[in-house]
């Protein structure tokens, strides 16, 4: 397939491998950054990079005491997360999507909320009464609504304002 752009003809294979490349080249950074961060605080832990999606994705693992990394709540994970993203910015001038996980709380996270965005999706499919969810960020949010939208006769919107937004499973 071919793409034309400013009237120059380019393979889509080719800009899909330079959206990677450019992903990549964010892992990579942001992998530095980070490298260099764990020697400063004294923290062991292996870095892996990989892509998925439209996102580098960062994953610190194998070191003792990561769950300080983490924090309460992983409000740590957030913070640091953020930090790594602004680091990643001042080298490309472009803002970064990257994610970042330590001692695969993220993943472990990601399962919770889409187990519990299921089960309340089941129980209004059934009930026929909405149900409202405790506040959550973003991110959370995204996964819930993600769950929901696969189960059939419910669908669910974010209301309230931050920090107390949160999601709500409805009959469809």
């Known amino acids: ?16 491998s330079d959206a990677e490349e450019a ?12 490298e260099q961060l764990l020697d400063v605080l004294d923290f062991d832990g292996d870095i892996d990079l990989d892509v998925e999606g439209d996102r580098a994705v960062v994953s610190i693992d194998g070191g003792r ?7 309460r709540n992983g409000e740590v994970l957030d913070a640091l997360q953020e930090l790594t993203r602004l680091a990643v910015q001042q080298v490309t001038g472009v803002r ?13 996270r990601r399962a ?6 299921t089960e309340a999706a089941k129980r209004v499919a059934a009930s026929g ?10 991110f959370e949010r995204k996964i ?12 669910s ?13 409805v009959p469809a």
């Open 1 to 16: 397939m071919t793409v034309e752009t400013d009237g120059v003809n380019a393979d889509t294979d080719d800009l899909v």
């Open 23 to 34: 992903l990549i080249e964010e892992g990579e950074l942001a992998g530095d950054y980070l």
């Open 65 to 71: 005491d990561l769950s300080k990394l983490v924090g």
């Open 96 to 108: 970064s999507r990257l994610m970042l996980d330590v001692a695969g709380w993220r993943a472990k």
């Open 112 to 117: 919770e909320l889409s187990a519990l965005g």
């Open 129 to 138: 009464k909405p149900e409202a969810l405790a506040p959550m960020t973003p």
């Open 144 to 155: 819930v609504h993600d769950a929901v939208a696969a189960v059939d006769g419910v669908s």
């Open 157 to 169: 919107e974010s209301e309230g304002v931050e920090p107390n937004r949160h999601v709500v499973v």
